[in-house]
């Protein structure tokens, strides 16, 4: 019982960091969407959502909601086995959903090697923290979050790219 009530502690945490990161991706776009006409052709980003269906949407949700995920753990201090199983479960989804079999065992080793990444990074915050701030461990441990940052961010827009290259008012630029 008391293992059930850390794992809820740990994604209620997530939940409410997940509501304030859409929130703050929502009024950010509202205030800057508002200076774009949509019927002029200067706003290409509102065609990647037009003719979605609801496979690609929920697609596109669950890798936003892996990939803010993923940042969350970056910020926190604590990185532990449910956030490799969470990390794994939203690939496999993605992944089951897009009959992308092959693609299983690719999103698996990428979770391990995230959540590798995310140990580590932990590894060497504790470090700094409490026992010695060294300048070389620093450098190690920004390009470890440089890192994680951009692999994750990679195969986040890769996998976007992929749900919608299927898309027609997409597919129109890919053809030139």
Sequence with gaps: MDSVSYITNILFNFILSFLLAIL???LTSKIFLK???INKGKLSIYGIFLGLNEKEIFSISILTVRYIFMYW???TTNVEIIHLTLLILAGLIYSIINKRFFHIVFDILSSFLLYLALLSKNIFFKYLTTILFDWKV?????LLVIFIILYSS???LKDIEYIIKKNKFVR???EK
């Design 24 to 26: 703050i991706l929502f």
């Design 138 to 142: 620093l450098a190690i441990f920004v």
């Design 35 to 37: 200076r774009f006409d």
């Design 73 to 75: 753990c970056l910020i």
């Design 154 to 156: 990679y195969f986040f």
């Design 172 to 174: 129109k630029k890919y």
